[in-house]
């Protein structure tokens, strides 16, 4: 197994896994928890797709995910407590921005590659990598997190997405300023983590 | 008219009917009732054709049930109290049951139809199936029952889907197919429902 | 500039105004606003393009709207407070009149251009009219105010999209049956606010 998919597989994983999280707070049964547990992990992605008009999907290509997904809710459903409790809050705010940095790079790159303009383009980003969050939310029936708790979430999307563009823009190479981009995403989550920063309101 | 054509009107029937219940339970005006009506008979299988990328839709097609649910709206809103008295809660149980079985059928059938790979096949079902509730109970600011009322709702669905996918394997004739597993969802729903079963959390 | 430009750009900033009333009422923060301003400045006719499959959508093509949404929400989120006091509930009530005129209108326009069948080109018109509010309401957790007020809004929408209608099929010219049913939907709308007319339940 490659790299790339090995960090692929821990985003959709860290992504299902706050879905579990959130659904068993709200006490749902398996067919929640599997369904929101999926809408957290493809969410953005599928949106963007949606919006860009591109098809299959990236779910729809590797059913394997949403297997994994399926069988996850159904063993892991009744471990939730041990889980939260072994698992770290710090491992999962970790795996979590890496699917931000993630999941926003391969969003900007996807609109790119469909023509978009460069504002869409970001926009695409901080869409792919935080809307999986609010769709989950808006599921849960909650005001979404990520637009209330004035913490740097989006805005770190956000600025790596334009990282990505402008480097893109200096005709810097795909790959190196893919995971430059990707990278900046998760220090500067984690470092605004590790700081308790917040954004005036 | 023919069977299947009468079976469906009745399954949108159904469908707008507990999206008319719903609405009114919420106070909402004839927009509301209408809107959300509408959403519940029809928003299952729309989110399954914006996802597999079907056009055109399928109340875009026959629009005369876009107006059949039109005009119910305007006549049956201030007779909705009386309807539930007349119609008792087991007629509604049944047409919903065979509602959610031929949904679910027609999803697959869509999604095999579309090339889909299997699990996804099956997932297009129970989502043709049970989405109409889940975006009426998100537009009526609620958490989606069929997530967390631990009733085998959406379970149906998908056992069933799978006994399409596994009939349609075996090159059983399309039909048969069809039928025996659509009947097969309305039995178990049914059967479920008769002795209150519950899933375990 | 153009009239129609004008109108236009005063219409999206409108929609993004209550989009960032309804955000800070709710408490959020800037990534919130500027997402649910977004939201309810184009959420109708992006859902009216996604169920017609049109791409690319309107502000993928015209990303200065996407952009002078984003300066706003910047500049204008600290200084919502004041701006409510400077601009009066009439001025708001008029500006969002027109909005609904166009955007509703615009939406026929474009179903009728994608052969949609009459009575669904009424459909978008309204859809493309109020889903940017529906959206805005919905990631609020709110029920949708324009389903439970009573007030004659999404009717306006409606009646106005059928003399549209009515003129194309009679064959007048575009433009002058474009320019009317929209005047056709301000005037009625704000009459019926001017004298605060509800629909009966």
Redesign the interface.
Known sequence: MTLIKFIEIMAILVGAFSGFIE?RR???????VF??AFITAFGGG?LRD????R?P?F??IH?EY??LI?VLALVA??LIRTLRQIVSERLIVIADAIGLGLFSIAGVAAALDAQ?????AS?MGVITGIFGG?LRD???????M?????KP???CAFLGSWMFLLMRMSELPHDFALWSSATFIVVLRLVSWKFDMR???
């Open positions: 659904a709200k006490r749902m049964d398996l067919v929640g369904t929101v599928t949606i919006l860009l008009d098809r999907l779910w729809v059913q949403a297997i399926f459903s009744p978009m303009p460069i504002f869409i926009m609010v808006i599921v849960c029936n909650e005001v979404p990520v637009f209330r708790d004035g979430y989006a805005i954004l005036g309101r």
